[in-house]
């Protein structure tokens, strides 16, 4: 190029300082294109090769990040290397090579040791939850068949796609249910977090007294404690001083899909929406619209995603929702929806 002239007169230190900061403030992609100006100017530079495959592993490319990290190992050893090796071998479910690597990486900086004990006992707890995850040899093929498939969708994140198959796999065969259930719950787990309310902490004047000392209570045990039974029964302690009060609705509605009383959920986000109030009601729309998804009321569920798509500022948050009920739709009747 012309003006390749000009991109080796820059400073290599500078532009390592550059890609530094792009990293820690997560500019993946970017951090990559500088690390690999500095490359061109030091070839073999091994901080900015190591840099290079955090940036890579941080962008979601493990196998380019491997190789990175494989060649910087063939320039110098480091610990750093070794350690980001390891969590690429865990993400890979490769764990026996990934704790390999932790003492590799202790080995070479002891005063790493801590960090690389943290990262092995992250591995043999994958480990522990891994080999619990055996599929029992006795269910039917079907039932198995729509357990991994299961496995396979709430790997990629697809909740809803999960909780199908887990749901199916309980039907095809019932006795999975001891494998199963706990699978449904975690990913009902999942779909609960996706849920929206006011963050009682930024309320003006909070706290404020017996009903802000209770959601508080409430939210500690849903968020923190995953006691939801606990945060239900809190709620209903509010909703019985005050039965408008818009944040016990909104959260009680949003417990109780946990506790599949989806009916009685549907009731609370309505009541929201009875009280004038364009954020809850907002939040309340959003929520009531995950449960008819749950309920496979899917054109009601539809109807409420469009109609908040109508407000630009939503866009991010409610478009997925309604794209996966569109390709959910179109999956039954076959026509293409949009």
């Known amino acids: 190029m012309v003006f390749d002239f000009l991109k080796k007169e820059r400073n290599p230190e500078e532009l390592f300082d550059q890609a530094t900061s792009c990293l820690q403030n997560n500019e993946n992609e970017k951090a990559v294109k500088l690390f690999d100006e500095v490359l061109e100017i030091i070839p073999d530079h091994i901080h900015s090769l190591n840099g290079k495959g955090s940036g890579l592993m941080q962008a979601g490319r493990m196998k380019e990040a491997e190789e990175v990290f494989m060649y910087s190992l063939s320039v110098s050893e480091s610990e750093m290397a070794y350690l980001n090796l390891a969590l690429i071998a865990k993400n890979k479910k490769d764990y026996e090579t990934a704790i390999k690597y932790c003492d590799k990486g202790a080995e070479i900086q002891p005063e790493l ?10 591995i ?13 040899d006795d269910l039917n093929a079907e039932a198995r068949q729509l357990i991994a498939e299961g496995d396979a969708f709430f790997s990629e994140m697809k909740y809803w796609d999960a909780l199908e198959a887990f749901e199916s796999a309980l039907v095809k065969d019932s006795s999975c ?53 606990a945060a239900l029964l ?5 909703l019985s001083i005050d039965n408008r009060d818009l944040d016990a609705l909104n959260m009680k509605g949003s417990l109780l899909f946990y506790f599949d009383r989806n009916e009685e959920a549907i009731e609370c986000f309505d009541k ?29 569920a539809l109807d409420i995603f469009d109609e908040l798509l109508k407000e630009p500022a939503a866009y991010d948050l409610v478009k997925p929702y309604q794209r996966e009920i569109l390709d959910k739709l179109e999956e039954f009747m076959g026509v293409k929806l949009y």
């Open 124 to 136: 043999k707890k994958e480990m522990a939850e891994s080999s619990s995850k055996i599929v029992p």
């Open 272 to 300: 929201c929406l009875e009280i004038d109030n364009p954020i809850q009601n907002f939040y309340a729309s959003f929520n009531k619209g995950l449960v008819l998804r749950r309920m496979y009321k899917l054109p009601e």
């Open 177 to 229: 249910a001891n494998h199963v259930n706990p699978l449904i719950d975690k990913t009902k787990i999942k779909i609960l977090g996706k849920f929206i309310y006011f963050n009682i902490f930024e309320q003006e004047g909070f706290p404020n007294g017996e009903l802000d000392r209770l959601k508080v209570q409430s939210y500690k045990e849903m968020v923190i404690d995953g006691n939801y039974a």
């Open 113 to 122: 040791e801590d960090v690389a004990t943290v990262v092995k006992n992250s």
């Open 234 to 238: 809190a709620m209903d302690e509010i």
